[in-house]
């Protein structure tokens, strides 16, 4: 039987990469007859990728799952350094695309494809780092760690609760935003007008 916690990255990953393709397909979409809530539809997306997985996710990989598999499978550890490089600049690199998407709604078309190239650069950087990890990091990590190495992991990403995953009912604090994307994100993301 696989750790939980494999089952959790996988889970998150899943989670996170249907919302960065979804807001791949806003960034497509542009803002159309409804740009203050496409504005607001992008900022509450952003807002996920910079709440959860920056800050909940990522560092439980760095500091817990990472070094172990280094250590014990250390043909890993370069892409285990380039991917907590990644890591590092995560929140800097989301931030840097809410910069760029307030810059557009503020100042006009004139900053529209700034925000557009960064975008689609920002989520293929994004799902090439979690196919990185999926394909290579935890394979090794089922191989070289141990029962005790798991039970650690396991229990740090127990208290992960992401609520997209469909595994955990929301938690109030974040119920709100995510009622938000599913309301007003036009079809096929969500159930707002197109």
């Known amino acids: 039987m696989e750790p939980s916690s494999i089952h959790i990255i996988r889970d998150e990953h899943a989670a996170l990469a249907a919302m960065l393709r979804s807001l791949g397909m806003m960034v497509e979409r542009g803002p159309g007859a409804h740009p203050q809530n496409y504005f607001d539809v992008l900022r509450a997306m952003l807002f996920y990728i910079d709440e ?45 695309l809410q910069h760029q998407l307030l ?12 925000f557009v190239v960064a975008a689609k650069r920002y989520l293929g950087f994004y799902l090439e780092h979690m196919r990185q990890e999926e394909n290579v990091i935890l394979p090794a990590a089922l191989k070289v760690l141990q029962p005790e190495d ?29 009622t938000r994307i599913v309301n007003h994100a036009p079809a096929p993301i969500g159930l707002g007008e197109d």
């Open 103 to 114: 810059a557009w709604e503020l100042l006009g078309d004139s900053r529209r494809e700034v």
């Open 52 to 96: 959860f997985p920056e800050r909940l996710h990522h560092p439980k990989e760095t500091e817990l799952l990472f070094p172990k598999v280094a250590e014990r499978a250390p043909e890993t550890a370069g892409l285990i350094a380039q991917l907590d490089r990644e890591h590092a600049l995560g929140e800097s690199n989301v931030r840097q």
């Open 150 to 178: 798991w039970k650690e992991i396991d229990a740090a990403f127990e208290t992960n609760c992401d609520p997209l995953t469909g595994q955990y009912p929301p938690d109030p604090a974040y119920e709100q935003l995510f």
